[in-house]
């Protein structure tokens, strides 16, 4: 199987020596509901999954939870509402929504408030190594000090900094030998959560936490890090630093997986611009499998436009109907659907940089092929189990249809 890494902007053989694929996903910050575009992300992170398994490969997948965060606290105040349980209560919805979706939970779901200690651990050895100095009971990473920083978003300076500011960064904090230097741990606020540190009071940065979390639980080094394409700097590129110069291992990640951008009404979807379609909502109209196949029919490294929904998840759902229909229906006869070519084609698809939509579009074959067989009074058990199970790989369920 080949897949595109972002890190040499190139498609790649995936190899693995142990037979096993460690995986990491940066998961939410809890403080909003799940949109079109986080499905797109996770749904295609969990196609990836299910297909080096269908593969005969093992996988180990983690998925932190960002439970505490600038965008956090903001809300938490907005709403009047404690910090920590809309945390816990945003999470909880999206774990429903993606349990709805037959999105597989992780091995590892992680806090990040409940790994503190291994972030500090981590910030202590970036210090002791040089990669990051204290100020004013703050700890930042020092770019200055890495001549590989920024080797995941090829940027220049200027482009690097532009795009942090956008992302949340603060150019102007007196404290920071440079503007680009990013916090490791932040010094405690007025009426902010504070865990004690060797620096004193305060909380870590949003970054830290993936290197910290992705280190205690898959090693030095993962095979494929996943996450949406808006994360590749700053904040998977702080990532890479922090980690490999605090390991001393390279690389940190074996290939980057970038999951592209949803848009609507013309605009990426997002809270701030507030064009977004809510998982929970299009759930009350179409199925999970509905839902499923509308977004398998997108290539997870191509933006694409949600204007259509309405019509692209009827066909979704009126595909996936027959399907099941299909599966449902007595298949023995006499002569034999051969269903190899299609499972062949299918396999080729998705060997050629997870290309689901044509992947899909074989499944779609198959699906006439075993039409056609059963009106003839053909066999088609054994194209009944190859539909089922390859569907199964892009997460469907195609349920009998009669059993309610
Ligand atoms: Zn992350």
């Known amino acids: 199987m080949k897949l595109y890494n972002t890190l040499t902007r190139d498609l790649e053989p995936v190899t693995t020596s142990d037979g096993i694929f460690r995986m990491y996903i940066c998961g939410v910050t809890p403080y909003d509901t799940t949109h079109l575009g986080h499905a797109f992300n996770f749904v295609c992170f969990d196609i990836l999954a299910r297909y080096l398994e269908y593969k005969g490969y093992r996988t180990v997948r983690v998925e932190n939870v960002t439970d505490i965060d600038d965008d956090i606290l903001r809300q938490a105040k907005k709403v009047g509402m404690r910090w920590d349980e809309l945390a816990r209560e945003e999470t909880r919805k999206y774990r429903a929504d ?7 939970p992780p091995d590892h779901y992680v806090w990040a408030t409940q790994e503190i200690a291994a972030m500090q651990e981590m910030i202590s050895t970036l210090l002791e190594r040089g990669y ?26 200027a482009d690097m900094l532009a795009t942090a500011n956008e992302r949340g960064n603060y150019p102007d904090d007196p404290n920071k ?13 007025p009426g902010e959560p504070t865990w004690d540190s060797p620096w004193g009071k ?20 993962v095979d494929i890090h996943a996450g949406g394409a808006d994360l590749i700097f700053p904040h998977h590129d702080c990532e890479i630093a922090q980690s490999e110069h605090s390991s001393g291992v390279k690389p940190f990640v ?7 951008m949803v848009r609507y009404q013309g605009e990426k979807m997002s809270k701030s611009l507030g064009n977004m379609l809510f998982v929970k909502d299009l759930l009350e109209t179409y199925s999970a499998d509905a839902l499923r196949l509308y977004l398998a029919k997108h290539h997870y490294r191509e933006d694409w436009s949600a204007d259509d929904a309405e019509q692209g998840l009827e066909e979704a759902q009126a595909q996936v109907t027959r399907w099941a ?8 006869g006499e002569h034999s659907l051969d269903p190899e070519p299609y499972e062949k084609a299918f396999r ?21 092929a075993i039409a ?27 349920e009998d249809p009669h059993l309610v």
Not at 177 to 189: K, T
Not at 202 to 221: D, F, K, V
Not at 254 to 260: I, K, L
């Open 132 to 157: 990051a100095y204290e100020k004013n009971g703050s700890v930042y990473y020092d770019v200055r000090a890495d001549q590989d920083f920024g080797q995941l978003a090829k940027m220049g300076y």
């Open 254 to 260: 074996r290939y980057w997986f970038h999951v592209a």
């Open 372 to 398: 056609e067989c059963l009106e003839a009074g053909d066999d088609v058990i054994a194209a009944q189990v190859t539909l089922r199970t390859l569907a199964g790989v892009l997460g469907l369920r195609l």
């Open 325 to 332: 229909e299909l599966l449902a229906r007595a298949g023995a």
């Open 98 to 104: 993606m349990r709805a979706l037959n999105v597989r």
């Open 177 to 189: 030998r440079d503007p680009l230097d990013f916090v490791l741990w932040q010094a405690a606020q």
């Open 202 to 221: 305060g909380r870590p940065g949003w970054h830290i936490e993936c290197s910290a979390m992705s280190t205690r639980y898959l090693g030095p080094t």
């Open 348 to 368: 080729a698809a998705m060997d050629d940089d997870l290309d689901t939509p044509r992947a899909v579009g074989h499944l779609e074959s198959l699906a006439n």
